[in-house]
């Protein structure tokens, strides 16, 4: 019923950025927050960053000051800015909404995830 999908993955150096996107499509009545998490290998997944309505963001402590998180309410959209990456923050990031679908019935729905290299 809800679809999303993530752009935006790639290989980059330590010290560079990149930018993830996040687009909600199908039946949204209201979307409730949107959010990026990341798994590593031998890893579990992990919170990264979310905004809920009334722009309430969180970010995990990793990523304060070099990842910053946007949506575009518009289009049903989230952002990930991420900068000055690190060979940690290496991972496949999948994206994450809490959705109503209609008054009262609420559903979470998960991207396929975009991998993100950070390697020199």
Do not use: H
Not at 32 to 55: H, I
Not at 96 to 110: F, H, L, Q
């Amino acid at each position: 019923q809800v679809t999303l999908v993530e752009s935006g993955g790639g290989l980059v150096q330590p010290g560079e950025s990149l930018r993830l996107s996040c687009a909600a499509s199908g039946s949204i009545f209201k979307i409730v927050s949107m959010g990026w998490y990341r798994q590593a290998p031998g890893k579990e997944r992990e919170l990264v960053a979310t905004v809920a309505s009334g722009d309430i963001i969180n970010y995990t402590d990793s990523v304060k000051g070099r990842f910053t998180i946007s949506r575009d309410n518009a289009k049903n959209t989230v952002y990930l800015q991420m900068n000055s990456l690190r060979p940690e923050d290496a991972a496949v990031y999948y994206c994450k909404s809490d959705v109503m679908i209609r008054i009262g019935v609420r559903i979470i729905a998960w991207g396929q995830g975009t991998q993100v290299t950070v390697s020199s």
